[in-house]
Nanobody, 119 residues
């Protein structure tokens, strides 16, 4: 089992930045791909970013390309999401997730951290 705990959310003004962290416990994440998703009130969950187990391959949702950066630190068993140029439309609960690299679906999810961007 893998337990994921997100942190770093909060209230920020438009144009500001935040860095979310996702700390894993229970098992090393060295063979897991990591992803970030978000869900705003009344909307479906949206893919934000993903990084391969090696850290070499990264993907981003269209709405965050050029503004958000995903990374991981194997030694700390932690994944990060750096968010720059935040917009009110980025307001959502952000979730960290992990999956075995060869699988499609994410097996483990964190509890989420709230990000609120004021205009």
């Amino acid at each position: 089992q893998v337990q994921l705990v997100e942190s770093g959310g909060g209230l920020v003004q438009a144009g500001g930045s935040l860095r979310l962290s996702c700390v894993a416990s229970g098992r090393a994440l060295s063979t897991y791909a990591m992803g970030w998703f978000r869900q705003a009130p009344g909307k479906e969950r949206e893919f934000v970013a993903a990084v391969s187990w090696s850290g070499d391959n990264k993907r981003y949702g269209d709405s965050v390309k050029g503004r958000f950066t995903i990374s991981r630190d194997g030694a700390k068993n932690t994944a990060y999401l750096r968010m720059n140029g935040l917009e009110p439309e980025d307001t959502a609960v952000y979730y960290c997730a992990a999956r075995i690299e060869t699988k499609t679906n994410y097996d483990y999810w964190g509890q989420g951290t709230q990000v609120t961007v004021s205009s």
